[in-house]
């Protein structure tokens, strides 16, 4: 693709992406004349969604109520002193980074989450 992404008959037609199904690949091609590239990049749009673990358990309110997920009486809510907490491993942000186990206090009025 040019390096501004315009077809070069000097009407700056902007390229758009298009499929160029006999070969299989991705090109860009002018709406308005007959300008068509190979794209360099096969990639026209990456969409990453990044999310806490934090964030995660306030979305999904209803984590202490799960029948699916463990629960346990021997890491205490530091919080409310609570003993039952229900638990799951997750990764956080960085994909390079390993597991780690979450904690979420089932006492109703606390909800407090933390990790070991």
């Known amino acids: ?7 070069q008959n000097g009407d700056n037609n902007m390229l758009y992406p298009r499929e160029d199904k ?8 002018c709406r308005n004349c007959d300008h068509k590239q190979v794209a360099e990049n096969p990639c026209i749009y990456v969409n990453k969604l990044l999310h806490e673990v934090d964030e995660l358990t306030q979305i999904v309110a209803d984590v202490i109520h799960d029948p ?3 629960k346990t009486v021997d890491h205490p809510c ?3 002193g ?3 907490a229900v638990f799951f491993q997750a990764q956080t942000r960085k994909a390079d980074e390993e597991m780690r186990l979450y904690y979420v206090c089932t006492e109703p009025s ?7």
């Open 1 to 7: 693709m040019s390096a501004s992404g315009f077809a």
């Open 82 to 84: 609570h003993r039952e």
């Open 22 to 29: 006999d070969n299989r690949q991705l090109i860009y091609s």
């Open 68 to 70: 699916t997920l463990p």
């Open 78 to 80: 530091a919080k409310c």
């Open 110 to 116: 606390c909800h407090h989450r933390w990790t070991d």
